[in-house]
């Protein structure tokens, strides 16, 4: 059973590549696109390049995408819930959220720091152990040229005392 459809884009249909390549739209008087990204629940995350003016005016039909579309309904609703708790995170971070939350926000990113900061305090203490071993190996290397020079020292006076005693 087929169905026809007589639905038209809103937009004509592009390559990526067509989409990649532009810089500016078919306007009448073409307006430079940039790539920004959708966040709408149906296209989330989705990179795309469009007239600025197509709000405004609807007569340019410059649109596309540069990213296909997320594999399943799965991810995007994953995605989409990824989007709108980091949303909430930044209202927390410019106190917009409630005294718990802020000071929840406050606590993580307190330890945030602690973690960094022991992390670089674990580089700099194996750091020091490296050094430490470098310094060990060569005080045990002068201390083998000084047993060395000792048992030189007693052969030449052993040489010295059976020279002497002829």
């Given amino acids: 059973m087929s169905s026809s459809s007589s639905y038209t884009p809103k937009y004509k249909e592009r390559s990526i590549e067509e989409i990649v390549a532009a810089t500016h ?40 995408f540069l990213d296909p ?10 995605f989409f819930s990824l989007y709108l708790e980091k949303e909430r995170y930044l209202d927390i971070l410019n106190g917009n959220g409630s005294k718990e939350a802020n000071q929840v926000c406050k606590t993580q990113m307190q330890q945030v720091k602690v973690d960094d900061t022991f992390e ?25 040229v000084r047993m060395f020079l000792s048992l ?12 002497v005693m002829k």
């Fill in 120 to 144: 670089a305090l674990k580089e700099q203490m194996q750091e020091i152990k490296e050094e430490s071993s470098v310094i060990k190996s060569k005080v045990n290397g002068n201390d083998k």
């Fill in 25 to 64: 739209c078919e306007c009448r008087v073409p307006c430079p696109v940039k790539e920004q990204v959708s966040w709408t629940p149906t296209n989330l995350g989705r990179r795309f390049k469009a007239c600025p003016k197509r709000e405004k005016h609807k007569k340019c039909d410059f649109y596309g």
């Fill in 69 to 78: 579309e997320l594999p399943s309904e799965y991810y995007k609703a994953r």
């Fill in 152 to 163: 030189v020292a007693v052969v030449i006076g052993i040489v010295i005392a059976i020279s």
